[in-house]
């Protein structure tokens, strides 16, 4: 008995553990009384949640001047949506670079950037719970790339009498240099008629003697510890002798000027000379410039030189061209391949011919009638063509049987009409109620959290550099994702190969609605893969495959509809439109409302389709039959599934 009551004890404290725990989670109130007895209330809420992880892959070492891009790998165990950011640290405590919602970090660090720094990087789970973010500390170098000295502004000519000596000028106030590195001035000497001698003082003064009258000019020179140099630009040393005191009056003897008393005053000119490029270095090691007079104080040509290190001619570049395999033969009797240069010379001359005309053959799968074939792609070489069967006509009895099957036969003949003239209306009503018959099921998942974000993220993505894209380009990308989609799907390895295909598919159990379009996409990848598409983007293709794909995603996954949030195009479909490309349009109108549950709308698309297909010729019943029945499938799926 004691061990009964014990048992029964033992259940009873449990169970108000349990309800006490249950009562706390869902709300627990506060009652703080004060002083004045006045009495405040709060509620104090629980947060369940695991907390993300962050990791930092990035390199620590960055260079000035060279672009740096990384992207931050955050994970959360619940497959939530992430927000990374970045948080300064002493002793900067400003960041150089900001970091997307997305986590990636794309700049290039400049001059002002160099040295040590760090930061706090963040991934943020969007919870709301204390434990709602990761941290993960990073300390990086911005390495200094020497960079030139530059002249701040241009250095004045100068005046000065002879026998005297000038301090014309402080190099350091019109040189400076961006990495504060000490710069050791030179001059360079043009041409001049007068031998001016030039001092550089250890404090960068510039000074001037000359023992007789003329002009020098010189050009000054700033070099940095790592050899690179700055020019200034060229001025002119005047050097001016006294006057003599008897030749500044006249005598009126000489017969010009009559006793004026010294003629006009002629204002002193302002040179600024302007010098050309320095020319190519010469095989004596020299390289030269011209300069002149911009306010023609004289026409003389200024010439300096200075050494340069002579490499010889360079020999032209050799243009190496590795080309691609020439692709499948198209339609239009094309082949195309692409070249690039591995010597980069920036010259097409030798680059080889990138189209070649072709003989195509007719293939089985091309979706034209071509070769011997009865129908497109069956009949002769092909599979047999499908036909309508009709049902054989009766015998004729005698006595009763041959009235009654002439009844029949009338009342056979009131039901062609009625559906003739309703057909449309029978379509509507026969699909909405295999709609409304179709039982209800739960979603088969097969795609996870990683690979649905994956595979939206690519198609988004695609979505955003289509128009930058050669068209072979866009569809190889296309044909990627639709690859790595079906290898998610089957469990396979991305580059699978097709014999490893059919037993996938049949070991993997889905409805046969599911599988209809499943098998429809890996159709789509196969004609993807083929080479067969058009040279040129055909946007409708590319739209249908693309938005089929993304619906298939959506079937497969436990998706939100804000995870394809996107702005949707308006098709305008009028009634001029040709009834081929109606139902294209159509079927991408479906396919985009069945991915935002619009299943209402999507019906009514299915609708308008079926009125449309009942105008097409054999030949394009028989081309877009298949995607009609998968859009069929699918909303079919989408209603069962459902919530």
């Given at each position: 008995?004691g061990r009964?009551?014990?048992?029964i004890?033992?259940?009873?404290?449990?169970l108000?553990n349990l309800?006490s725990?249950?009562?706390?989670?869902?709300?627990?109130?506060l009652?703080?009384?004060t002083g004045?007895?006045?009495?405040?209330?709060?509620?104090?809420?629980?947060c369940l949640?695991?907390p993300p992880s962050?990791a930092v892959?990035c390199?620590?070492?960055?260079?000035?001047?060279v672009?740096y891009a990384?992207?931050?790998?955050g994970s959360?165990?619940?497959?939530?949506?992430l927000?990374?950011?970045?948080?300064p640290?002493?002793?900067d405590?400003t960041s150089?670079f900001?970091?997307?919602?997305?986590g990636?970090i794309?700049f290039?660090?400049?001059?002002?950037?160099r040295?040590?720094?760090?930061v706090?990087f963040?991934?943020d789970?969007?919870s709301?719970?204390?434990?709602a973010?990761?941290?993960e500390p990073?300390a990086?170098t911005?390495?200094?790339?020497?960079?030139?000295?530059?002249?701040?502004?241009?250095?004045?000519s100068q005046?000065?009498?002879v026998?005297t000596?000038?301090?014309?000028?402080?190099l350091?106030d019109?040189?400076?240099?961006p990495d504060?590195d000490?710069l050791?001035?030179?001059?360079?000497?043009?041409?001049?008629?007068?031998?001016v001698?030039?001092?550089?003082?250890?404090?960068?003064?510039?000074?001037?003697?000359a023992?007789?009258?003329?002009?020098?000019h010189?050009?000054f020179v700033a070099?940095?510890p790592g050899n690179?140099?700055?020019?200034s630009?060229?001025?002119?040393?005047?050097?001016?002798?006294p006057q003599?005191?008897?030749?500044?009056?006249?005598?009126?003897?000489?017969?010009?000027g009559?006793?004026?008393?010294?003629?006009?005053?002629?204002?002193?000119c302002d040179?600024?000379?302007?010098?050309?490029?320095?020319?190519?270095c010469y095989?004596n090691?020299l390289q030269?410039?011209i300069?002149?007079?911009?306010n023609?104080?004289?026409?003389?040509?200024i010439r300096?030189?200075?050494n340069?290190?002579y490499?010889?001619?360079?020999?032209a570049?050799?243009?190496n061209?590795?080309?691609?395999d020439?692709?499948?033969c198209?339609?239009?009797?094309?082949?195309?391949r692409?070249?690039?240069?591995?010597?980069r010379?920036?010259?097409?001359r030798?680059?080889?011919?990138?189209e070649?005309d072709?003989?195509?053959?007719?293939?089985?799968?091309?979706?034209?009638?071509?070769?011997?074939?009865t129908?497109?792609?069956?009949?002769g070489e092909?599979?047999?063509?499908?036909?309508?069967?009709q049902?054989?006509?009766?015998p004729?009895l005698?006595?009763f049987?041959t009235l009654?099957?002439?009844?029949l036969?009338?009342?056979?003949?009131?039901?062609l009409?009625?559906?003739?003239?309703?057909?449309?209306?029978?379509?509507?009503g026969l699909?909405?109620?295999?709609?409304?018959?179709a039982?209800?099921?739960?979603?088969?998942l097969?795609?996870?959290a990683?690979e649905?974000?994956l595979l939206?993220?690519d198609?988004?993505?695609?979505e955003?550099?289509?128009s930058?894209?050669a068209?072979e380009k866009?569809?190889e990308?296309l044909?990627?994702?639709?690859?790595?989609?079906?290898?998610?799907?089957y469990?396979l390895?991305?580059?699978?190969?097709p014999?490893e295909?059919?037993?996938?598919?049949e070991?993997?159990q889905?409805?046969?609605?599911?599988?209809?379009?499943l098998?429809?996409?890996i159709?789509?990848l196969?004609?993807?893969e083929?080479?067969?598409?058009p040279v040129?983007?055909q946007?409708?293709l590319?739209?249908?495959i693309?938005?089929?794909t993304?619906?298939?995603?959506?079937?497969?996954?436990?998706?939100?509809?804000?995870e394809?949030?996107?702005?949707?195009p308006?098709r305008?479909?009028?009634?001029?439109?040709?009834?081929?490309e109606e139902?294209r349009l159509?079927?991408l109108?479906?396919?985009?409302a069945l991915?935002f549950?619009r299943?209402d709308?999507a019906?009514?698309?299915?609708?308008?389709i079926?009125?449309?297909?009942?105008l097409?010729t054999s030949?394009e019943?028989?081309?877009?039959?298949p995607?009609?029945?998968?859009?069929?499938?699918a909303i079919?799926?989408?209603?069962?599934?459902?919530?």
């Amino acid at each position: 008995m004691g061990r009964r009551y014990l048992q029964i004890l033992v259940f009873i404290v449990l169970l108000l553990n349990l309800l006490s725990t249950f009562f706390i989670m869902r709300q627990t109130e506060l009652a703080i009384t004060t002083g004045n007895a006045a009495q405040n209330q709060g509620v104090v809420s629980f947060c369940l949640n695991a907390p993300p992880s962050l990791a930092v892959p990035c390199n620590p070492n960055m260079s000035q001047d060279v672009p740096y891009a990384c992207q931050l790998l955050g994970s959360d165990p619940e497959g939530v949506n992430l927000t990374y950011f970045v948080i300064p640290q002493p002793p900067d405590n400003t960041s150089i670079f900001n970091v997307s919602s997305s986590g990636m970090i794309n700049f290039t660090p400049s001059n002002a950037d160099r040295g040590n720094h760090s930061v706090l990087f963040g991934v943020d789970d969007n919870s709301g719970c204390s434990n709602a973010y990761a941290y993960e500390p990073f300390a990086f170098t911005v390495e200094n790339i020497n960079d030139p000295p530059y002249l701040i502004r241009a250095i004045p000519s100068q005046t000065m009498s002879v026998n005297t000596t000038l301090v014309a000028f402080y190099l350091d106030d019109y040189f400076a240099d961006p990495d504060d590195d000490p710069l050791v001035y030179t001059y360079l000497r043009g041409t001049s008629d007068v031998q001016v001698n030039v001092t550089i003082t250890a404090d960068s003064a510039v000074v001037f003697t000359a023992a007789s009258c003329g002009k020098s000019h010189f050009q000054f020179v700033a070099t940095d510890p790592g050899n690179l140099s700055a020019n200034s630009n060229a001025i002119q040393v005047e050097v001016n002798c006294p006057q003599d005191q008897t030749g500044g009056t006249s005598t009126g003897t000489s017969g010009v000027g009559g006793g004026g008393g010294g003629g006009g005053y002629t204002p002193p000119c302002d040179p600024e000379l302007l010098c050309l490029p320095w020319s190519e270095c010469y095989p004596n090691g020299l390289q030269s410039q011209i300069c002149t007079d911009k306010n023609g104080c004289s026409d003389a040509k200024i010439r300096f030189q200075r050494n340069c290190t002579y490499v010889g001619e360079q020999p032209a570049c050799e243009e190496n061209w590795l080309c691609t395999d020439w692709s499948v033969c198209s339609l239009a009797g094309k082949q195309n391949r692409t070249c690039d240069d591995l010597n980069r010379c920036h010259s097409l001359r030798y680059r080889p011919p990138l189209e070649q005309d072709c003989v195509y053959n007719p293939r089985c799968d091309d979706n034209i009638q071509n070769g011997n074939e009865t129908g497109i792609d069956c009949g002769g070489e092909c599979e047999p063509c499908k036909e309508i069967q009709q049902p054989s006509v009766l015998p004729a009895l005698s006595g009763f049987s041959t009235l009654l099957s002439l009844f029949l036969l009338l009342i056979l003949g009131i039901l062609l009409a009625l559906f003739i003239l309703y057909r449309e209306r029978i379509y509507e009503g026969l699909s909405e109620l295999g709609w409304m018959l179709a039982r209800r099921r739960r979603k088969e998942l097969l795609l996870d959290a990683t690979e649905k974000r994956l595979l939206f993220d690519d198609m988004r993505l695609l979505e955003r550099d289509l128009s930058g894209l050669a068209p072979e380009k866009a569809y190889e990308r296309l044909a990627s994702i639709l690859r790595k989609l079906v290898s998610f799907v089957y469990d396979l390895p991305f580059e699978y190969l097709p014999e490893e295909l059919a037993p996938a598919q049949e070991r993997l159990q889905v409805s046969d609605e599911l599988r209809d379009v499943l098998e429809g996409v890996i159709g789509r990848l196969a004609l993807l893969e083929s080479g067969r598409l058009p040279v040129t983007m055909q946007p409708v293709l590319f739209s249908s495959i693309l938005e089929e794909t993304r619906l298939l995603v959506c079937l497969c996954s436990d998706y939100t509809v804000a995870e394809i949030e996107r702005s949707l195009p308006e098709r305008a479909i009028t009634d001029r439109l040709p009834v081929l490309e109606e139902i294209r349009l159509r079927l991408l109108n479906a396919h985009e409302a069945l991915q935002f549950l619009r299943t209402d709308a999507a019906k009514n698309e299915y609708a308008r389709i079926l009125k449309a297909y009942a105008l097409l010729t054999s030949k394009e019943k028989i081309v877009l039959y298949p995607e009609i029945h998968r859009l069929y499938s699918a909303i079919l799926y989408v209603g069962e599934t459902e919530e």
